[in-house]
Every structure is written in C-alpha cells, then in structure tokens.
Nanobody, 127 residues
C-alpha cells in the first residue's frame, strides 16, 4: 500500500487546516487509517485512527474536540481536519495504515502496530 500525505503548510493559530492522505495498491476499506505527528526533538505520537468502514474513530486526548478524522472509501482518501490549531500542534504529520481486523484499535498509539506509512506533511502553526 502506498500512502501520499498532503495539505500541510503554514497556518495561523485559530484557523483551520485539512490534511489528506491518498492510498493506492490495495482495497482501501481493508485498512484502518491513522494519523501520527512528530515535532522536532520529540517522538512520533498518535493523533487519531478511523475504522475501515469510517464509523468509529479514536483520538489522542489533546486532539479530542479539535481535530476530526474522516475517510472517503470511494476516493481512497483519509482526512484530518484540524480546527483551532495552536503552535503546539506544529509537527510533521504522517498517515499510516493497519489491517482492519477485530483488533484494529488495539495499541493504536504504537507506531509499530501500523504496516504502511506515508512520507509526512509539515504543519506549522504560527501564534
């Protein structure tokens, strides 16, 4: 599975930004899709994950109520809408895929549980 993230850039705190991740190479709905981020000097951290059907989502606590993950299986694309970002959200954002099994949400915060990764897109939030 090949993943291509896009949509990053410079945004002011309080504005909105939507990231996209296009997938190719397999049936998209077979995969739960996640977003991670990595700020300079920090480890990669989980942001959100969505089930293969799109009906269920989980978020990191700091993303709850601000970010929204969604997917369009007809377009093989997953999205991360970032509302009211702060400078603390500045990072490279990565999309990732893992097989949509019954345990698709187990240890969802662990990057090692994901099988495929996109190249990352940089989001910079200015104050």
């Amino acid at each position: 599975v090949q993943l291509q993230a896009s949509g990053g850039g410079l945004v002011q705190a309080g504005d909105s930004l939507t990231l996209s991740c296009a997938a190719a190479g397999d049936t998209f709905s077979r995969y739960a899709m996640g977003w991670f981020r990595q700020a300079p000097g920090k480890v990669r951290e989980f942001v959100a994950i969505i089930s293969g059907s799109g009906r269920t989502q989980y978020y990191q606590d700091s993303a709850k109520g601000r970010f929204a993950i969604s997917r369009d299986n007809a377009k093989n694309t997953v999205y991360l809408q970032m509302n009211s970002p702060t400078p603390e959200d500045t990072a490279i954002y990565y999309c990732a895929a893992r097989l949509y099994t019954t345990a698709w949400y187990v240890e969802r915060w662990d990057p090692k549980r994901y099988d495929y990764w996109g190249q990352g897109t940089l989001v910079t939030v200015s104050s």
